[in-house]
């Protein structure tokens, strides 16, 4: 498994959902950095079972995300992602409220495939 990150921000914005003729599916969404001078908006995805974590998150929630970074390469470019894998919300007093469940039929982020991306 590679390095687990963390990022801890405010959600700006959450995508809908797309889903891929092989079954595949992600959502993507946006969380700024709160502690920077010039905030910064970054890009997460979630996959699979992972993408109904979002549902019970909200424009404006403070959530610290941990993630994997991932790239792969397609037709000659480069591409890559910081994909979720654990979701939590946090009070503003900087406490982490209760965690948002996780699927139950969590995977190894090494189980995914370069054949899992639809691109």
Do not use: W
Not at 86 to 100: H, M, R
Request: aromatic share 12%.
């Amino acid at each position: 498994m590679s390095t687990p990150y963390e990022f801890e921000g405010t959600v700006k914005e959450i995508m809908d959902l797309q889903t891929f003729p092989s079954g595949f599916c992600k959502r993507e969404f946006v969380v700024t950095d709160k502690d920077d001078r010039y905030p910064q908006d970054i890009k997460f995805v979630a996959i699979k079972n992972n993408c109904a974590l979002l549902d019970s998150v909200h424009r404006g929630d403070e959530v610290r995300v941990t993630f994997s970074l991932r790239g792969n390469c397609y037709n000659g470019r480069y591409y890559t992602d910081l994909q979720m894998f654990k979701l939590v919300k946090v009070e503003v007093d900087g406490s982490t409220a209760e965690p948002i469940p996780q699927p139950a039929d969590e995977f190894p982020v090494d189980e995914i495939s370069d054949e899992d991306m639809p691109f």
